[in-house]
């Protein structure tokens, strides 16, 4: 743990796991060109400017968020419930690749309400242009804010809710958008804007649930599609990403039958970015992306639910 000296007010513990915001490269004309986790924590908050809060910044990984997994999923958890009382607030510097689904994660098993917030950048630290100690400026502002509750992602000034969150863009800073809805709110030089808000549902998953999920693959549909892919036997759920509002062909619908006759459960989701998938003959993914529809069937399958049960908690999304 590593203490960073600041004007005294909230007390924030950065959790760093490596990303395009710890990224550099050798030609800060290249913003696309570099390695991602390449710098410390301590190196990345050197770079602050003061701040009106006492920091502190502990390594959990130093990867490309691609190599995003389980169990960081489940150290970054642990922390946080380890230091719960010890902080006002958390921050959770990450790769933009997989934060959608980290931040899920957290929104499902993190059970407090002292604020964690993820951020990235879209640009390295080096590069020309980079955004990343603007985010975390912000990110940290947002943390230390009064009305902050829960776990939300802050980009490119923006507050957004880990359930509808996506990234949109592959390489522009504004980045990410919401499903289904504006953001949460704004952080303009500091000040920190509600538009409606955070909110939690109440659902009965655990830490430890990540230690040994049950495998979930991802089927994606599209035209001319005649036969399902050969999955393994450890297979125990199935998201598809249906056409339009979870469209499946008359076919592939025969075969998904008969996979689910054998025990798989299948959720019906949508490859596209906006609306939901409210009615299917299996599981309806409602508003839930891909990634964070494969994330909850595999946490009710860690707790055996029936398919009724996983029914009732894909229905709060």
């Excluded at 390695?35 to 050197?46: P, Q, R």
């Excluded at 059970?111 to 990343?132: C, F, H, N, T, W």
């Excluded at 906006?274 to 595999?298: D, H, N, T, W």
């Amino acid at each position: 743990m590593h203490r960073i000296k600041t004007m005294q007010n909230k007390k924030i513990l950065i959790l760093t796991t490596g990303g395009t915001i710890a990224g550099s490269g050798e030609d800060h004309l290249q913003g696309a060109n570099y390695k991602a986790g390449s710098i410390s924590g301590e190196t990345l908050l050197s770079s602050l400017p003061p701040i009106p809060a006492s920091l502190e910044v502990y390594e959990v990984a130093q990867i490309d968020s691609i190599e995003m997994d389980a169990k960081i999923w489940h150290k970054l958890l642990t922390l946080l419930h380890q230091n719960i009382t010890l902080y006002d607030g958390f921050v959770i510097t990450h790769g933009t690749d997989t934060m959608e689904e980290s931040a899920f994660v957290l929104e499902l098993l993190y059970q407090e309400s002292k604020p964690v917030i993820l951020v990235g950048a879209m640009r390295p630290s080096d590069a020309i242009g980079s955004d990343g100690i603007k985010n975390l400026c912000n990110a940290i502002s947002l943390a230390s804010n009064s009305k902050a509750k829960g776990v939300m992602v802050l980009m490119n000034d923006k507050i957004y809710d880990p359930k509808t969150i996506y990234k949109a863009h592959t390489y522009n800073l504004d980045a990410f958008a919401s499903r289904n809805g504006g953001d949460m709110g704004y952080v303009l030089d500091g000040s920190v804007r509600f538009f409606y808000p955070p909110y939690k549902h109440t659902l009965p998953f655990v830490t430890d649930d990540l230690i040994s999920l049950p495998k979930v693959e991802i089927l994606y549909i599209y035209a001319g599609i005649s036969d399902l892919p050969k999955f393994s036997h450890e297979v125990r759920g199935l998201i598809v990403a249906g056409c339009g509002a979870g469209n499946i062909p008359t076919k592939i619908r025969i075969q998904l039958r008969e996979l689910q006759a054998q025990g798989i459960q299948i959720v019906a989701c949508s490859r596209g970015n906006q609306g939901f998938v409210c009615e299917s003959e299996f599981i309806p993914a409602y508003a839930l992306s891909l990634p964070k529809a494969r994330i909850l069937l595999a946490l009710c399958l860690q707790h055996k639910q029936a398919q009724e049960d996983i029914k009732a908690v894909f229905a709060h999304f």
